[in-house]
């Protein structure tokens, strides 16, 4: 199992450009999250989704918006790029939220936005 | 509202010192505590877990163990190794809760 990838590992946005990051996992995981990592500070999370065709809004949506049509994919958009989201963007998956249940990150992607 | 927080780094040790990182968190309710440890270029990944109170979690050497009476989870291991080297964020989540609360994260560099 390659477990949870993401794409591109590395990306420079100018403002206002747009840009889609992907996100896959193969272990059929229901749950999906979308996190922002910024320097010295813990994990934001933006969007979560609990299953294909069903998402919401984390802490910090505003400027992205997420798709999930099938169980394995869960793409973060980002429209009319802005300085404030220069960040590590980490994508996760998780089998369920029982008690304890541990959630399994991608490499995560840097994006810088000048 | 709830909240996690790690003691700040960067931590500096030598090959085969005893490690501490604090963590002590603040819960409306009665939370699993998780820690993560994040390697140079890689996302995290989870080194141990505890589910309820008095839970000792393990795992590569490294304990902690989930202390109710004073809010804390500290990671502890006897000896580190200079691949211990990483940032480790202590975390907590609720039973069907979507938000994992995450502590800033503590950097540990190790010298051999």
């Known amino acids: 199992n390659a477990g949870v990838t993401q794409t591109p590992k590395f990306r420079i946005l100018k403002i206002g450009q747009s840009m889609t990051l992907q996100c896959t996992q193969d272990m059929n995981h229901n749950y999906m999250y979308w996190y922002r990592q910024d320097p010295g500070m813990g994990l934001k999370l933006i969007y979560y989704s609990v299953g294909a065709g069903i998402t919401d809004k984390g802490e910090v949506p505003n400027g992205y918006n997420v798709s999930r049509s099938t169980t394995e994919d869960f793409p973060l958009r980002l429209e009319l790029a802005a300085p404030s989201q220069t960040s590590v963007y980490f994508c996760?998956?998780?089998?369920?939220?029982?008690?304890?249940?541990?959630?399994?990150f991608g490499p995560g992607t840097r994006l810088t936005v000048t | 509202g709830d909240s996690v927080t790690q003691m700040e780094g960067p931590v500096t040790l030598s090959e085969e010192a005893f490690l501490t990182i604090n963590c002590t968190y603040t819960?409306?309710?009665?939370?699993?505590l998780f820690w993560y440890v994040q390697y140079p270029g890689e996302g995290l990944q989870l080194l141990l877990k505890?589910?309820?109170?008095?839970d000792k979690g393990s795992n590569k050497g490294f304990e902690a163990t989930y202390r109710k009476e004073t809010t804390s989870f500290h990671l502890e291991k006897g000896s580190v190794q200079v691949s211990d080297s990483a940032v480790y964020f202590c975390a907590l989540s609720y039973t069907g809760g979507f938000k994992t609360i995450f502590g800033a994260g503590t950097r540990l560099f190790v010298k051999a």
């Open positions: 996760a998956s998780s089998y369920n939220q029982d008690r304890g249940a541990e959630q399994y």
């Open positions: 505890a589910t309820k109170a008095d």
């Open positions: 819960a409306t309710g009665y939370p699993s």
